[in-house]
């Protein structure tokens, strides 16, 4: 389908600038396959028109870049602005530059920050899937791996019930817009369920392609919109710069884009926000920005804990300060004990030095004290035997008694 509308659309816009004179700039801007065939009639083509119609000295070329080879089909084709769902936007902000220039709000969504969703179904008659978490090992059919208002918000509320998304299901059959499409799988039995894109089931209804009483949305949401979901809202389709983009084709195409009239019950370009939880998706999913976090290598897992990695080094290194900075002090204060020991026993040494001479002159002043007594109660005994010795002698001369033994004795 898209690619019929391409061709149409290149030799539109040939006949459009081929009768231009001069050298007109060219721009090229880029679709992203992953858009139900409804967008491209509805959307895509009436922004070309209007963007052809408004840029008149310019040579607007369209070219298809396929989800599958992104990054290598946007090197090959050199797009300036590319038109996509908000999942390939967010991938592309850092590999490719990409800026936003405006995001499409179409009839069924309240708001572009809030505009697509997914949807689970299945047949009426299954009592045996009652919610999401009934699909575990189950078969489930959807358009495509790369839709994102579909397979990959499927995947993404899969995630946030706790299961792994890239093993929940037994098995996925994708039609990829052909025949038979996911309600025929659903209905034939080949699928125990399907995965649907915002507001594709009410418009199956409206269509007449299935029964209003016919299959059963599983834990179904409602509003804002009209139409039932069982996933959380992300933005709608869109359309961005790449780096490298001349900054005058930027300027025209986005005051082209946001001057674009609203067609009644149809869409318009507006600046929109809302990214965060596409990224938060992705994560999640580990796809565009964190498809490293699916690598098993010892350079994806650091990736991948890069922040537990910079908080255990940031510990480390505040653990291997902190061991420096204690060995330090306790060396200053080993130190500082050291000395403090060395001069207590200094001191002792002269306390025992000052202990023993005070001990010594006790002893002398003991023996002193001793002596003097001792010659003092000797002397007084000793002097009486002199004085009698010698008053015994000189009786003895006077009497005129001389014997030598007595003489010795005195003597």
Same mark, same amino acid.
């Given at each position: 389908?898209?690619?019929?509308?391409?061709?149409?659309?290149?030799?539109?816009?040939?006949?459009?600038t081929?009768?231009?004179? +001069?050298?007109?700039?060219?721009?090229?801007? @880029?679709?992203?396959?992953?858009?139900?065939?409804?967008?491209?009639? +509805?959307?895509?083509?009436?922004?070309?028109?209007?963007?052809?119609h408004?840029?008149?000295?310019?040579?607007? /070329? =369209? =070219?298809?870049?396929?989800?599958?080879?992104?990054?290598?089909?946007?090197?090959?084709?050199?797009?300036?602005?590319?038109?996509?769902?908000?999942?390939?936007?967010?991938?592309?902000?850092?590999?490719?530059?990409?800026?936003?220039?405006?995001?499409?709000?179409?009839?069924?969504?309240?708001?572009?920050? &809030?505009?697509?969703?997914?949807?689970? !179904?299945?047949?009426?008659?299954?009592?045996? !899937?009652?919610?999401i &978490?009934?699909?575990?090992?189950?078969?489930?059919?959807?358009?495509?791996?790369?839709?994102?208002?579909?397979?990959?918000?499927?995947?993404?509320?899969v995630?946030?019930? +706790?299961f792994?998304?890239?093993?929940?299901f037994?098995?996925?059959?994708?039609?990829?817009?052909?025949?038979?499409?996911?309600s025929?799988?659903?209905?034939?039995?080949?699928?125990?369920? @399907?995965?649907? @894109?915002?507001?594709?089931?009410?418009?199956?209804?409206?269509?007449?392609?299935?029964?209003?009483?016919?299959?059963? =949305?599983?834990?179904?949401?409602?509003?804002?919109?009209?139409?039932l979901?069982?996933? &959380?809202?992300?933005?709608?389709?869109v359309?961005? /710069?790449?780096?490298?983009?001349?900054?005058?084709?930027?300027?025209?195409?986005?005051?082209?884009l946001?001057?674009?009239?609203?067609?009644?019950? *149809?869409f318009?370009?507006?600046?929109?926000?809302?990214?965060?939880?596409?990224?938060?998706?992705?994560?999640?999913?580990?796809? *565009?920005?964190?498809?490293?976090?699916r690598?098993?290598?010892?350079?994806?897992? =650091?990736?991948?804990?890069?922040?537990?990695?910079?908080?255990?080094?940031?510990l480390?290194?505040?653990?291997? !300060?902190?061991?420096?900075?204690?060995?330090?002090?306790?060396?200053?204060?080993?130190?500082?004990?050291?000395?403090?020991?060395?001069?207590?026993?200094?001191?002792?040494?002269?306390?025992?030095?000052?202990?023993?001479?005070?001990?010594r002159?006790?002893?002398?002043?003991? !023996?002193?004290?001793?002596?003097?007594?001792?010659?003092?109660?000797?002397?007084?005994?000793?002097?009486?035997?002199?004085?009698?010795?010698?008053?015994?002698?000189?009786?003895?001369?006077?009497?005129?008694?001389k014997?030598?033994?007595?003489?010795?004795?005195? &003597?």
């Open positions: 389908m898209f690619k019929s509308i391409l061709l149409l659309l290149s030799f539109f816009f040939c006949l459009t081929a009768a231009q004179p +001069g050298s007109a700039q060219e721009i090229r801007i @880029g679709l992203i396959d992953t858009f139900d065939p409804d967008f491209y009639l +509805g959307t895509f083509v009436p922004t070309m028109e209007h963007l052809q408004t840029l008149k000295d310019n040579k607007i /070329s =369209v =070219v298809e870049i396929d989800p599958h080879s992104l990054l290598s089909d946007i090197e090959e084709k050199k797009p300036h602005f590319l038109l996509s769902s908000a999942g390939s936007f967010v991938t592309l902000i850092n590999s490719k530059g990409a800026q936003q220039i405006a995001t499409v709000r179409r009839s069924h969504a309240l708001s572009a920050d &809030e505009a697509v969703s997914s949807v689970f !179904i299945t047949r009426k008659d299954r009592t045996d !899937i009652r919610s &978490e009934d699909l575990k090992d189950k078969v489930v059919t959807a358009t495509d791996s790369k839709d994102f208002d579909g397979y990959l918000l499927a995947l993404g509320e995630a946030k019930r +706790g792994n998304p890239d093993s929940f037994k098995r996925t059959l994708f039609t990829n817009y052909q025949y038979p499409d996911v025929t799988y659903i209905k034939v039995g080949e699928a125990d369920a @399907g995965i649907l @894109g915002p507001c594709q089931l009410e418009d199956l209804v409206r269509d007449g392609i299935v029964k209003a009483d016919e299959f059963r =949305v599983l834990d179904p949401k409602r509003g804002p919109g009209r139409c979901r069982s996933t &959380e809202m992300y933005p709608d389709a359309f961005f /710069s790449l780096d490298g983009a001349p900054s005058g084709a930027v300027k025209a195409v986005t005051l082209s946001l001057s674009m009239p609203k067609r009644d019950g *149809g318009e370009w507006i600046p929109a926000g809302g990214f965060l939880k596409v990224f938060d998706l992705m994560k999640d999913l580990k796809l *565009g920005p964190y498809a490293h976090l690598e098993t290598t010892v350079k994806a897992f =650091v990736m991948e804990y890069r922040t537990e990695f910079a908080l255990a080094a940031a480390l290194f505040a653990l291997i !300060i902190h061991i420096i900075r204690v060995n330090v002090l306790v060396n200053r204060r080993t130190n500082e004990l050291r000395f403090a020991l060395a001069a207590q026993r200094a001191t002792e040494r002269r306390a025992q030095r000052n202990r023993e001479k005070l001990d002159l006790e002893k002398s002043r003991v !023996i002193s004290q001793m002596s003097s007594i001792f010659a003092h109660e000797v002397k007084q005994p000793i002097t009486n035997m002199i004085y009698y010795s010698s008053g015994l002698k000189l009786l003895l001369s006077q009497l005129g008694i014997d030598s033994r007595v003489s010795h004795a005195l &003597e």
